[in-house]
T-cell receptor, first 111, second 115 residues
Framework: AQTVTQSQPEMSVQEAETVTLSCTYD???????LFWYKQPPSRQMILVIR??????QNATENRFSVNFQKAAKSFSLKISDSQLGDAAMYFC????????FGAGTRLTVKP | NAGVTQTPKFQVLKTGQSMTLQCAQD?????MYWYRQDPGMGLRLIYY???????DKGEVPNGYNVSRLNKREFSLRLESAAPSQTSVYFC??????????????FGEGSRLTVL
């Protein structure tokens, strides 16, 4: 069965600095998708970024980018120029034949 | 533009009581899902429906039943609530037909407390 591991339960970053959240996964599939979701205190789950496994190019969305290492089964999220509004829980998610979410990383942004 | 709507937002039950969480999506999505979120465990899939008329178990189906009423609606029922079912429940949908790899669109969540 697929597993998704987020090894950092909590992270903090200074406003305007860069932070990287880690995610590793285990799968025997070759075709799958990976996602990062943000959950602010409002509880709403918001898509941050997605990556198709067959694409070698790392996905980017404005200040958010990923480092996708397929062979290492690693999918980290980099947030550049951190803003106070980035404070939230971040979940890494795998979707293939089965889907799995990681346990989440709580990001605190210090002014 | 409602997206995914789930009700109720909050509910307190006593052990043994039953209740149904309702979910509806207006995006013409094929697939719908119920997750539960517990501290330190992320989101775990309870049941999903890959298309109208079909339902399948996820990671943690015990104690739950579901009904895909039509393409728009997917309900989750607790027949005899237990304190272990205290959680935040999320309904989600995706456009997927067949392979379930697309983006999930979530409702706002329902906080359920079982005393």
């Amino acid at each position: 069965a697929q597993t998704v591991t987020q090894s950092q339960p909590e992270m903090s970053v200074q406003e305007a600095e860069t932070v990287t959240l880690s995610c590793t996964y285990d799968t025997s599939e070759s075709d799958y998708y990976l996602f990062w979701y943000k959950q602010p205190p409002s509880r709403q789950m918001i898509l941050v970024i997605r990556q198709e496994a067959y694409k070698q190019q790392n996905a980017t969305e404005n200040r958010f980018s990923v480092n996708f290492q397929k062979a290492a089964k690693s999918f980290s999220l980099k947030i550049s120029d951190s803003q106070l509004g980035d404070a939230a829980m971040y979940f890494c998610a795998y979707r293939g034949v089965q889907g799995r979410f990681g346990a989440g990383t709580r990001l605190t942004v210090k002014p | 533009n409602a997206g995914v709507t789930q009700t109720p937002k909050f509910q307190v039950l006593k052990t043994g009581q039953s209740m149904t969480l309702q979910c509806a999506q207006d995006m013409n999505h094929n697939s719908m899902y119920w997750y539960r979120q517990d501290p330190g465990m992320g989101l775990r899939l309870i049941y999903y429906s890959a298309s109208e008329g079909t339902t399948d178990k996820g990671e943690v189906p015990n104690g739950y039943n579901v009904s895909r009423l039509n393409k728009r609606e997917f309900s989750l029922r607790l027949e005899s609530a237990a304190p272990s079912q205290t959680s935040v429940y999320f309904c989600a949908s995706s456009v997927d037909r067949g392979r379930l790899t697309g983006e999930l669109f979530f409702g706002e969540g329902s906080r359920l407390t079982v005393l």
